[in-house]
DNA sequence: ATCTTTCATAAAGGCTACGTTATGGATCCT
DNA sequence: AGGATCCATAACGTAGCCTTTATGAAAGAT
């Protein structure tokens, strides 16, 4: 699907990421975690109202849209929010509508004659 | 619908909101409308390589999803970033993972004393 | 070792998103 | 008027999301 001016890789990304926070449940599982570090699968379930393999699917398309990590102690998985993540892709979507996402990884050439700020 | 104050219904207008920017194409339509005021329909068609009518669906999506607005001259279409609600749904989410969407005017009580650990 | 708890995965079905093609309505042009 | 352009909608097929039920692997408890 690459496209012309295309902001390739990191477009993908971004669509992954809203991907996963564009379900209600989802959302839910995020407000949760925000509330604390950490949280175990099963109480998140409980949370949800949803059953454990419902849920256990939803995390996976949570920890693809690097939008939670997971960290297993025992038989026992913690869930927590990947905010560095979360925080690097809404930055990402900022300059996208602010700039057009013309520069998205280009470094600093100073080859500018019209830039207006820095 | 669309209660105004609504947690639930703005739990449910984000996912939407989300699920508007959860596709490569319409991230697509989003970058391009960035960088001008407005654009017709048939323009941002041309430049996704996408048919017509499926650019047409593509906006419905976007603007049920709050993140574009149309606005019709004769038999033309004008597209346009809606800023104000994007901006709107950004700090939405960002109050939810912040707090969790509870408490937002919090007093700093310091009265850490009962931290419950089970 | 046996049983229980915690979580993941497989299989299967319903529902919705995505995409193409065809058509129609409205506006502009001649 | 007739034709051309711009856009929306309908009909339809495919692919993928969401959900349930059943099963399995791994660690803790007895």
């Not at 925000?34 to 699968?41: G, I, K, S, W, Y």
Request: hydrophobic letters at 40%.
């Amino acid at each position: 699907m690459a496209l012309p001016g295309s902001i390739a890789a990191g477009a993908h990304d971004l669509s992954v990421h809203f991907e996963g926070l564009a379900n209600p449940t989802r959302l839910m599982i995020v407000e949760r975690l925000a509330t604390t570090p950490e949280l175990r699968v099963s109480e998140l379930a409980v949370y949800c109202q949803v059953s454990q393999p419902l849920l256990s699917w939803h995390l996976r398309i949570l920890r693809k849209a690097q939008v939670i990590t997971t960290r297993r102690e025992g038989r026992e998985v913690f869930c927590s929010l990947d905010r560095e993540a979360i925080a690097e892709h809404q930055s990402q979507f900022t300059r996208l509508i602010a700039f057009g996402g013309e520069q998205l990884a280009e470094p600093p050439t100073t080859n500018s004659i019209t830039e207006g700020s820095s």
